[in-house]
């Protein structure tokens, strides 16, 4: 069932600095991730993906990390801009499951001025 | 490429009566499509998986009496909404992915459906 009440952490940055978000993932057979970005009202949007079989993928302004040892898969955002600013949700998947994704809690990222 | 888009963006109805969301893989043949319902400030939970042709497979939890789910074409999918109650009022998303695209793992979201049960 939901979580009711459930409140999105939130990482408050200020423009130009470096952003750091992190997401535990559960399922140790997961071998496919990825980090979505939404803004309000909208869909995910795709930034990054990331196989198990590396730990560090780079991308515009953006990078992956992935510790398959503790499970856990940071983002980080070079120069955060206030276009930054929305929902980030990391996703998991195990190939050959029809592509199902496992989302994340998701975090609020505030870019402020 | 890969648009998906949906319709309606917003909808308000009446408890007890059916609403129907369409989603549409713009510019590609979407082999499977995924429903997902969100609630304010939590995370996308899959309610399905639709395969163009077949019926869909419901996750478990999920009513498939009264969330339908009809993958008519490759390139559209509807999820009706059966006598809608204030608690599905509800933030519902789809997403495609397709054999023609590169990447095929890849899904491709939709801009989302506002459902407001009254």
């Known amino acids: 069932g939901e979580n009711v009440g459930l409140h999105l952490p939130t990482l408050s940055v200020q423009e130009g600095d470096n952003s750091i978000i992190n997401c535990a993932y559960s399922n140790s057979a997961s071998d496919y991730f990825i980090w979505y970005k939404q803004e309000s009202g909208k869909g995910p949007q795709f930034i990054i993906d990331?196989?198990?079989?590396?730990d560090k993928r780079q991308g515009q302004r953006v990078t992956v990390l992935l510790n398959k040892t503790v499970k856990h898969l940071s983002l980080q955002i070079a120069a955060t801009q206030p276009g930054d600013s929305a929902v980030y949700f990391c996703a998991e998947t195990i190939t050959g499951t029809a592509s199902k994704l496992t989302f994340g809690t998701g975090t609020r990222l505030q870019v402020t001025l | 490429g890969a648009v998906v888009s949906q319709h309606p963006s917003r909808v308000i109805c009446k408890s007890g009566t059916s609403v129907k969301i369409e989603c549409r893989s713009l510019?590609?043949?979407?082999?499977?499509m995924f429903w997902y319902r969100q609630f304010p400030k939590q995370s996308l939970m899959l309610m399905a998986t639709?395969?163009?042709?077949?019926?869909?497979?419901?996750e478990q939890g999920v009513e498939k009496d009264k969330f339908l789910i009809n993958h008519a074409s490759l390139t559209l999918s509807t999820l009706t909404v059966t006598s809608a109650h204030p608690e599905d009022s509800s933030f519902y998303i789809c997403s495609a992915i397709g054999g023609g695209h590169p990447t095929y793992n890849e899904q491709f979201f939709g801009p989302g459906t506002r459902l407001t049960v009254l």
């Open positions: 990331i196989r198990s079989n590396m």
């Open positions: 510019d590609f043949q979407a082999t499977t």
């Open positions: 639709s395969n163009e042709g077949s019926k869909a497979t419901y």
